[in-house]
């Protein structure tokens, strides 16, 4: 019986031989082909043999319930206990929309002015919990679950493409009433804000982007790439200390409750064909957002580098970029206080950017 990582690849393939379009560049077919590579051993009736990188024994705590380790915590059940880690008021809403409910985590002040957040790939709205409390000091938060991701969102229609994505958060934001906000997408989540922003630029006052994954430039295979790629085909918990590696600067300073909830978001997750659709913005998209942004990476950030700083301050008009230092990809966790303060500092400046010519 072929897993459900399986099906989502024979799915990704059918689409992309049907918009096999110059569109469609020679660098994402190569990393579609070491995507499929990498997932032989999951699809195959023998296992492949592992990366030595991702074989090492995992020395994390272990959650000393007996529901975790035995591995029967549900999904919904470890979501609910990291939202504990959330030192602010907060509400819960579901929202029906055309493809399904979308959960947001409402917090700060009803009069604040309203603040966007879109999580990273797999995270789920509680990776803001170093950040949320900061953050609902002065701001409306409202945090949204990707719905084709774990999470609280439900999708119930078949989503297809990136517009249809699109559509789905301006439904949201229509029924919230949410008529000029501002956004901060991580990763994914980055990517998704930009889109969000060329549709309707005149809603969105200023965007922050923390490590957007394929915005800027083209993510470039290595072996943290590659075995990130292959602890999502099959998640095994002795694996994830050494990609959670690859991804911050201490691992030990992600709260276990998390940690606990990402493990199981990633062994529920399935890979939908969109994910081919993320490509970095052409250079007239990038100028096309007049609007503030704020562009962080980390030093040591796995899916951006200086290329990326470069190229947002050739081609954006009112960007502000910078490399936190002592910070892989999941910056907002390293240097949360640090962050806490970059983008609290970026969204009270009344003054405009001046624009470049």
Known sequence: MPSPQCKCVETIMITFTR??????????????????????YSCG?????????????????????????????????SYNRALSLFKTPYNEKDIATSFGNAHVIISGPEDGDPLVLLHGMNASSTMWYPNINALSQSHRVYAIDFLLEPGKSLCQSEISNT????NWYYEIFDKLSLHHFSIVG?????????????????????????SPAQAFIWIKPNMKI????????SPKRKRLRNVLETMTNNVDNINQIYINQYYIASKEAEVSKCILQMRPFADEQLRSLNMPVLLLIG??????NQNSIERANK???????????????????DQSEIINKKILDFLTVKDPLIVKD
Not at 49 to 67: G, M, R, V
């Open 45 to 77: 009736n023998e296992p492949a043999q592992k990366p030595l990188s991702i074989n090492q024994p995992d020395t994390l705590n272990y959650d000393s319930t007996a529901d975790v380790r035995n591995e029967k915590l549900s999904y919904s059940e």
């Open 186 to 210: 991580a990763s994914r989540g980055g990517w998704l804000a930009m889109n969000i922003a060329l549709r309707s630029k005149s809603r969105i006052d200023k965007i922050v982007l923390l």
């Open 299 to 304: 030093d040591n950030d796995i899916i951006n």
């Open 315 to 333: 081609y954006m008009k009112n960007v502000e970029a910078e490399t936190i230092k002592d910070a892989g990809h999941f910056l907002s966790i």
């Open 163 to 166: 517009d249809e994505i699109v």
């Open 226 to 233: 590659i075995s990130n790629i292959t602890y999502t085909m």
């Open 19 to 40: 918009n096999n379009s110059s569109i469609m560049k020679i660098y994402l077919q190569y990393f579609l082909l070491l995507l499929l590579a990498l997932l032989i």
